[in-house]
Nanobody, 125 residues
Framework: QVQLVESGGGLVQAGGSLRLSCPASGRTFDIYHMAWFRQAPGKEREFVAA????????YYADSVKGRFTISRDNAKNSVYLQMNRLKPEDTAVYYCALDRYGMGPPTLETPYTYWGQGTQVTVSS
């Protein structure tokens, strides 16, 4: 089993920044992708950013390109999300996810078998 625990969420004013962290623990010897998704109130969960562990390929949702940066620390089996120039529409619960086998597109939920509990990000206008 793999455990994911997100941290770093909070309340920030529009234009501000936050950095989310997600260390993976447990059986972490197989990591294909790690990603961030988010779910705003009344909406479905959506893709934010993903990173392939082996090749380092990076994917972003159009809504966050140029503002958010996904990164990793291989030694700590951790993925991070630096969020700059935050907007009220970025308000959501942010989830970290891990895909062990790469059996589907990294921008979809289906390949990810491990999920964290989420961390709340609230951006005030």
């Amino acid at each position: 089993q793999v455990q994911l625990v997100e941290s770093g969420g909070g309340l920030v004013q529009a234009g501000g920044s936050l950095r989310l962290s997600c260390p993976a623990s447990g059986r972490t010897f197989d990591i294909y992708h790690m990603a961030w998704f988010r779910q705003a109130p009344g909406k479905e969960r959506e893709f934010v950013a993903a990173l392939s562990w082996g090749r380092g390929d990076i994917y972003y949702a159009d809504s966050v390109k140029g503002r958010f940066t996904i990164s990793r620390d291989n030694a700590k089996n951790s993925v991070y999300l630096q969020m700059n120039r935050l907007k009220p529409e970025d308000t959501a619960v942010y989830y970290c996810a891990l895909d062990r086998y790469g059996m589907g597109p990294p921008t979809l939920e289906t390949p990810y078998t491990y999920w964290g509990q989420g961390t709340q990000v609230t951006v005030s206008s």
